[in-house]
């Protein structure tokens, strides 16, 4: 049996926080993922070009890396994306450019589009790395629209993802917390590996409305030594994370879009104002306070050019 470490040990949390190291663990067990190369340089970049199925992703392994001592998030926005081998190249050397001197060589990785909906399989995994508790959902918002935090949910249950992510993070020796992420095509079927969060999600509301209390859960097996399974929660509860994640997500939909989906993501968005949401609650008002003086915050660092909309810091 493992002993519980809590934070886990450094070589573990690296296999969820490395994406690259994520998804060789997957390709070893068996778990679907998309095509997946590591670039290095250029000449690497030309080398495989030619194998891939476009669109493709430019994929950072981190979505937070340390400079200056400080640390700086990489989000995944529309110029992470290449629709053919020149547009690869062009965009790899921008990304590249902004970030020179800033991150190892091998920062990137390049990846095939997946198409589907994103899904969260969450899990409290013990000493043993044995499953205690476990909670889906179904993204059915997100920002920014090309891949990031889910600002619309619905809890879900999907068995075969649910055995795909027990496999992988067994094979990761996890324990505590963990969302592994997949895309999944629900005309077919198919399903694809994403990520792995080793922390709380953003969604956590959800699954703690829902049934399934993580951080309570997590502190009975820390603290107590008391660990029993959670069996079902709700299914089909909708949850939303209005401030700022749905305001923003409006606002990155009508920014990209063209003609009548601007009016599409309008409706949608007016049409769901009496959802259950992660901070407003009538109980406690100040959540919503603070909330709304971080949006303000957000949106002066953005006017002032501090950092993008997408939250990514300019010039560190």
């Known amino acids: 049996m493992l002993r519980w470490q809590h934070p886990p040990p450094y070589e573990v949390a690296m296999k969820a926080y490395d994406k690259f190291q994520t998804i060789s663990i997957a390709e070893k067990c068996g778990v679907p993922h998309p095509k997946t190369f590591l670039i290095d340089d250029v000449k690497t970049l030309r080398e495989v070009a030619s194998e891939l199925n476009y669109p493709v ?16 998030m990489i989000k995944v926005t529309p110029i992470n994306y290449a629709y053919n081998k020149e547009d690869l190249l062009f965009k ?5 450019g902004k970030l020179k001197g800033k991150v190892p060589s091998d920062f990137f990785l390049l990846q095939e589009y997946a198409k589907g909906i994103r899904v969260g399989v969450e899990v409290l995994m013990d000493y043993s790395s044995d499953l205690i508790a476990l909670f889906m959902h179904k993204r059915l918002r997100e920002y920014p629209v090309t891949g990031g935090a889910s600002t619309l949910r619905v809890s879900i249950w ?19 917390v963990a969302m592994v992420e997949f895309k999944l095509n629900e005309e077919n079927g198919d399903a694809n590996l994403m990520e792995v969060n080793g922390r709380f999600w953003g969604s956590l509301p959800l699954a703690i409305n829902a049934g399934v209390d993580f951080p309570y859960l997590l502190y009975k097996m820390i603290v107590e030594k008391d660990t029993f399974t959670v069996n079902g929660y709700k299914l089909g509860l909708t949850e939303r994370w209005l401030i700022p994640g749905d305001l923003l997500w409006l606002l990155d939909s009508l920014l990209l879009s063209n003609g009548n989906p601007k009016f599409i993501a309008l409706k949608k968005f007016l049409f769901s104002p009496f959802l259950p949401d992660d901070i407003i609650s009538s109980d406690d008002f100040m959540p919503t306070i603070g909330a709304s003086v971080n949006i303000l915050h957000y949106l002066i660092e953005v006017f002032k050019k501090k950092r993008t909309i997408y939250g990514e810091v300019l010039g560190f």
């Open 57 to 72: 992703v430019i994929k950072p392994r981190m979505k937070v890396f340390w400079n200056n001592r400080k640390a700086v």
């Open 92 to 96: 790899y050397k921008s990304l590249m």
């Open 158 to 176: 999907n068995r075969r993802l649910v055995e795909y992510s027990i496999k992988l993070l067994k094979e990761m020796r996890r324990q505590g």
